[in-house]
């Protein structure tokens, strides 16, 4: 039980002192107020509020019990602590506001913790349930952390977009939103984007390009995987071996000399450009993700339509390729994104507003003579399509990785 004690002891702490920063910092980005960070004072309050849990829960009371009794704990003591004042929200003036603030902050410490000693026995816990309750521990730690550095900028990146130029100049650190201004006030740096800056061009551009290297991409890569992967021929295996080579050279080093052949060949300032660069650097990696695919496809079920009478071209259509759509399709998310997103080539061989991608448009807005929430509006503008993709298709992004990886 000792251990049991000295473990809830530092996950109160732990968890009272991170919830209460991550809390402090939504607040003041959300309400654009500073708030007292009272850090400190739930990490104190954590550790009686989580010893309680477990307390309640040896003494039979249910989760529900349990879990509202922390709370209580939880409360009490922050309150106590922090003179009725938790993060600088006095509960005689904003008893409404003060009280959900440290209702939410009580629930969310209380649940993680929860959650790391959930179906285990703290009074007869070993060295194996330690380490799971820290390995749990740790794991959420790092979801906080990482999820932070990833939904901070993200989140200052959209609520700058959707403010007035003389907001931002009276306070540039304020991220706070104001939904009273309606639609049309609140959307203005996109709908000037869309009118004044012809960014609707530059989407239907940036998707032309997308989708044009995708379908370029695999129709390379595919036949060729297929061939690595099934046919015997010599250098079948250094080849197979050096795929990724061209990955050990830098992009950087590349486009000066990309860039004077380009310009002798009449290429430069066109789209036809792109589309040789960007497939020469994501065929590469197509080729390794899909010939490990292929390699886990069982052999004689394309032996058997080749004795059916298919030829190979017909076994790849109807047997190989139903059998791989997983793989093909993350393999296209890939390209997709890396050419939705690309930026060097398109800054050194684009001169022509015209024909600008995303990324290239959204450089241009990088400038004093445009506002800087414009900016914003484009990136997010950038980010919001292969975000949704992304988020779609995941699933076929992990499978194809997976077992390009493993079988490759």
């Excluded at 996109?190 to 390009?209: A, C, H, P, Q």
């Excluded at 080729?287 to 059916?308: C, I, K, N, T, W």
Aim: hydrophobic content about 55%; charged content about 10%.
């Amino acid at each position: 039980m000792a251990r049991g004690l000295a473990l809830a002891t530092v996950l109160g702490a732990i968890w009272g002192f991170v919830t209460a920063t991550v809390a402090g910092i939504s607040a003041t980005l959300v309400f654009g107020v500073n708030t007292d960070m009272t850090s400190s004072a739930a990490m104190i309050a954590g550790i009686p509020a989580a010893v309680g849990h477990q307390l309640a829960r040896d003494f039979g009371f249910g989760g529900r019990s349990s879990f509202i009794a922390a709370m209580v704990i939880f409360t009490a003591v922050l309150f106590a602590l922090t003179g009725f004042a938790p993060l600088g929200l006095s509960l005689i003036d904003a008893p409404i506001t003060s009280g959900a603030t440290v209702s939410t902050l009580a629930a969310l410490t209380i649940g993680v913790i929860a959650i790391s000693f959930h179906g285990k026995d703290w009074r007869s816990l070993n060295r194996y349930r330690i380490e799971e309750v820290v390995g749990r521990t740790l794991k959420g730690l790092g979801f906080v952390f990482f999820g932070s550095i990833v939904l901070l900028p993200f989140y200052a990146m959209l609520m700058t977009s959707f403010k007035k130029q003389a907001e931002l100049l009276t306070d540039p650190l304020d991220y706070s939103i104001n939904l009273t201004q309606g639609f049309a006030a609140l959307f203005s740096s996109y709908i000037e984007l869309f009118t004044t800056f012809d960014f609707g061009r530059f989407i239907l551009v940036s998707t032309l390009v997308s989708v044009s290297t995708v379908f370029i991409t695999l129709a390379a890569s595919i036949p060729g995987a297929y061939a690595i992967s099934r046919l015997r021929f010599p250098g079948r295996v250094t080849f197979s071996r050096s795929i990724l080579l061209i990955y050990m050279v830098p992009a950087i080093v590349l486009v000066i000399p990309l860039y004077a052949v380009f310009s002798q060949l009449g290429l430069r300032d066109s789209l036809l450009g792109l589309l040789i660069v960007y497939p020469a650097t994501t065929i590469p990696v197509s080729l390794y993700m899909l010939q490990g695919y292929f390699r886990g496809l069982p052999s004689e079920l394309e032996e058997a339509g080749l004795v059916d009478g298919c030829s190979r071209l017909m076994v790849i259509w109807r047997i190989t390729l139903p059998l791989s759509l997983p793989a093909i399709a993350s393999v296209a998310l890939y390209v997709f994104m890396i050419a939705w997103n690309e930026f060097l080539f398109a800054f050194m061989f684009i001169d022509s507003p015209e024909i600008f991608t995303l990324s290239r448009a959204v450089v241009s807005l990088n400038s004093s003579e445009v506002p800087r929430q414009h900016l914003m509006a484009g990136a997010v503008i950038v980010t919001i399509p292969v975000l949704v993709i992304f988020l779609w298709f995941e699933r076929f992004l992990v499978q194809g990785l997976a077992a390009g990886g493993v079988k490759g």
